[in-house]
């Protein structure tokens, strides 16, 4: 598991208590620029590097 979805995790589970109190938009919000960012850090990460191999292997 990369780091950068441990820090995802850890800033959804910190922000879940806020976000009970938050408009729905806000939550979701809030939700969709974290994945966002796991994506991005995990493509800068892969960026130049081969393929990783499909995992269970087939």
Do not use: Y
């Amino acid at each position: 598991m990369s780091p950068s979805r441990l820090v995802g995790l850890l800033v959804l589970a910190v922000s879940a208590p806020a976000m009970v109190l938050a408009p729905a938009l806000v939550a979701a919000l809030t939700g969709t620029l974290v994945l966002a960012g796991i994506a991005v850090s995990d493509a800068v990460r892969a960026h130049g590097k081969p393929p990783e191999p499909p995992s269970p292997a087939m």
